[in-house]
T-cell receptor
């Protein structure tokens, strides 16, 4: 039933490397694709988002790449830092009811 | 501003007990949500309230009830807790007229049902 599939489940990256998390969606009636970041013991917080009419959005070290034809989008973290260690969730906002459909999450660990 | 607050932070219940999780936001947001978070399953919507006085079921409403007491407060009640309801519960809110994908989350309530 899950309409947003996220991979990998966990990821270990060396400090300074590039972290890449992928998501795929199955329904075309979405209008925003956000990424949320969650630190242990905290609630998720919006990190960056993209609309489907844009192929790429960059904010600092964080970039979303969006492939509408493939129904895929990904988060790239450049120059990954230990402070980026967190769980990342992709999501898709349904047009019909403004509800977010969430991916399963990726636990990212950046090794110093 | 405190943002979204949730009480309690932790709770242990025995099967069959009832409890209410409290959520309040001081950002004058219209929409409020209750999610549960389980390992490997992301966040699943239990109930939401688009505005004061309205509530609707989400993806996993069975075993839960909600009350939108006023614009600030949205509570989640477990009438007869079951071990399957062991989870971390998050409340979130969203402003009217803002981007629909932007939700503000509380710190969560970790619930264990024995």
């Amino acid at each position: 039933q899950q309409q947003v599939k996220q991979s990998p489940q966990s990821l270990i990256v060396q400090k300074g490397g590039i972290s890449i998390i992928n998501c795929a969606y199955e329904n075309t009636a979405f209008d925003y694709f956000p990424w949320y970041q969650q630190f242990p013991g905290k609630g998720p917080a919006l990190l960056i988002a993209i609309r489907p009419d844009v192929s790429e959005k960059k904010e600092g070290r964080f970039t979303i790449s969006f492939n509408k034809s493939a129904k895929q989008f990904s988060l790239h973290i450049m120059d990954s830092q230990p402070g980026d260690s967190a769980t990342y969730f992709c999501a898709a906002n349904q047009v019909r009811n403004y509800q977010l459909i969430w991916g399963a999450g990726t636990k990212l660990i950046i090794k110093p | 501003n405190a943002g979204v607050t949730q009480t309690p932070k932790f709770q242990v219940l025995k099967t069959g007990q009832s409890m209410t999780l409290q959520c309040a936001q001081d950002m004058n947001h219209n929409s409020m949500y209750w999610y549960r978070q389980d390992p490997g399953m992301g966040l699943r919507l239990i109930y939401y309230s688009a505005s004061e006085g309205t509530t609707d079921k989400g993806e996993v409403p069975n075993g839960y009830n909600v009350s939108r007491l006023n614009k600030r407060e949205f509570s989640l009640r477990l009438e007869s807790a079951a071990p399957s309801q062991t989870s971390v519960y998050f409340c979130a809110s969203r402003p009217a007229g803002g981007r629909p994908d932007t939700q503000y989350f509380g710190p969560g309530t970790r619930l264990t049902v024995l």
